[in-house]
């Protein structure tokens, strides 16, 4: 069983900057895949970045250039950099882990608004 903990969300004016963290804890043999899916109020949860053992990386169409996601393999921590948040940014952040099954965080709640 792995365990998800994830940081760093918070209220941020738009234009400003969060950064989110999510540390892997548990049964951990080898991660596949580290990333962060989002799913505001009354809408489907989304992709937001991806990052895998190969190297790929995969983001929203949404994303467009804003966000950066990055993976620290010794400390099984994925971190993603968010730029430029505008309101619709707003949503519950959710770290995914894949190693032989999928993993979910808890959620970190990001809010976007003057």
């Known amino acids: 069983q792995v365990q998800l903990v994830e940081s760093g969300g918070g209220l941020v004016q738009p234009g400003g900057s969060l950064r989110l963290s999510c540390v892997a804890s548990g049964s951990i043999f080898s991660i596949n895949a580290m990333g962060w899916y989002r799913q505001a109020p009354g809408k489907n949860r989304e992709l937001v970045a991806l990052?895998?053992?190969?190297?790929?990386?995969n983001y929203g169409a949404f994303v467009e250039g804003r966000f950066t996601i990055s993976r620290d393999n010794a400390k099984n921590t994925v971190y993603l950099q968010m730029n430029s948040l505008k309101p619709e940014d707003t949503a519950l952040y959710y770290c995914y882990v894949f190693t032989r099954t999928s993993s979910w965080g808890q959620g970190t709640q990001v809010t976007v608004s003057s």
């Open positions: 990052t895998t053992s190969g190297g790929r990386t």
